[in-house]
């Protein structure tokens, strides 16, 4: 009986090809572009991270991130119960090479002997954490920003400075890889190096402090008593788990997920309408035909579930074809585009997309097959065309 | 001999409403139809056949009046119990053939098959049978627009005959093909009538195409003139 109604859905799906495959194709584009803004979403909002993100904090100025901190608010942050260790890193800014977002990439001056404790995701080979440590002028880069540039152990790059008026001369030394993929793009060098190069003015400041908590029941504790400590004083802090501080960053661009949200809706919206435009047209060409099932005993229902089987149909093949474009474009934007690393079209925006493929079926025929299987079999015979 | 009243309407009306207006489509009409019978209906244009023949195979309800079939009340009937009485009862012959274009005319033919409980091998030697009764038997896969209008009116009396209903309306069966399709049409239903004992009702407009029926019925206006009754000009 199901298998009947689907073989009569499938025929009237291809009853007029041309048609059909431009539904097809609508939709199928339409669910692409919905598959990576629903990627993209994900990747900012609904990403977990790696299991040691959950046991660590930020630090950093109330007034905004372009402001700094004192680097002696590390010894009391320290003295908090419950922080197994803290490092501070800097923002560098600057520019490699050129001005081109493919030379762009995000640069820390940090403390190389206690990065790789605290982001233990991050695998660097001994000799190689060795030799970044020891040497002053040493800089750390993920693999796949190593990839991406280029980059060889023993290069040497020149970073120029443009938050801070300093010129860096490094030597990659060391290249760490991230458990997730495509999550090491970053590099790290010595902050003793830059503390060094600036005049006396701009020392013993400090862009954040990444803080690693011994368990995660104390890290809502810990951002409370960090920020008490330092609520008299002249440069106040806000703490928040990493997680809130990287969604922090993305909020910097604006209310990204009412944008994000509010395109998708319009999306959906719209190929609804050009769905049940295309289903009105070919319900109403069948008008006749629906009359004749009828007459040879067919019930209403049964013609509406055939009707909305084949609008299923249709809109299921698009959402396919839109899911794997957005599976290879998603592909293709997370290795070009640091902003977008985390992005993935994961299987819950697999069937976010998908079920919205479904429900655009239905929706879409619900209302003409209603109107075409509820008129009188006599008028639907007297039915022309 | 009740039981062999397959057609029993009395006081039947119908009235469609158009906008402001009220359409008379029956009135008065007392019928009855033995089994075995064959009833031409003619009548001018708008007198009213093609609804007495919906009444008849419970495609449309009277608005007064009481038609019984088969000795059931169709009147009781529920949408659904209605849908499933014709497909077990009628077999239903259109002027325009309607068949579905993207079937081939065996699955045509097995479309009212798909509401019984046979099995996929049984409902296609069932539709092999009836296309065979038509003469159809090496048209089987082909689709309606490679047939001719004769063939595909074949294909269609095959579906109406495919699950053995014991009534066969047929409205305006011939209007719609050439002389020598209709004839062939007409053989068919005189054979399936003859031979196998189908009660077959048939609206017609063709003088020629009714002298094979048993019995000729004439409307006017929606009323169905007595048996009997001199042809009207
Ligand atoms: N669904 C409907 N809605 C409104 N009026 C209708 C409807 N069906 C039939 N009628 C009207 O009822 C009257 C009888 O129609 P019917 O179709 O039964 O005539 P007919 O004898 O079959 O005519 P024809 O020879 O042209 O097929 C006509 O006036 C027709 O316009
Ligand atoms: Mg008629």
Known sequence: MFRDTLGLALKNALRNRRRTLLTVASISISLFLLGVLLSVYHAFYHQEGPPEQALRLVTRNRVSLTFSLPEYYEQRIRKVPGVRELVPSSWFGGVYIDNRPENFFPRFATDPERIFEIYKEFTVPPEQLEAFQSERTAAAVGKSLAERLNFKLGQRVTIKGDIYPVDLELTIRAIFAADVENQDFAMYFHRKYLEEALPQSRRGMVGTFGILADSAEAVP??????????????????????????????????????????????????????????????????????????????????VLTMIVAEAVLISLAGGLVGCGLAWGASGVLRQSQLMLSGLSFSPPVFLISLSIALAIGILSSLVPALGATRLPITSALRHSG | MVNDLVVEATDLHKEFQRDAFQVIALQDVHLTVQKGEFVAFMGPSGSGKSSLLYIIAAIDRPTRGRVKVLGRDLLQLKERAMADWRNENIGFIFQTFNLIPVLTARENVELPLLLTHLSRQERAEHAATALGLVGLSDRMDHYPRQLSGGQEQRVAIARAIVSDPSIILADEPTGDLDAQSAQEILTILSRLNRDHGKTILMVTHDPHAARHASKIRYLEKGQLLPEGAPQPE
Request: proline letters at 0%; glycine letters at 8%.
């Open chain 1, 221 to 302: 504790r810990i951002a409370r008593q960090v920020d008490d400590l330092f609520r008299n004083s002249e440069r106040q802090t806000k703490t928040e788990t990493e997680r809130a501080f990287q969604l922090s960053f993305v909020s910097m661009l604006g209310n990204v997920k009412v944008f994000l949200l509010s395109i998708c809706g319009a999306l959906v919206f719209t190929i609804l309408l050009v769905a049940a435009n295309t289903m009105g047209m070919s319900v109403r060409e069948r008008i006749t035909e629906i009359g004749v099932l009828k007459t040879l005993g067919f019930t209403s229902g049964r």
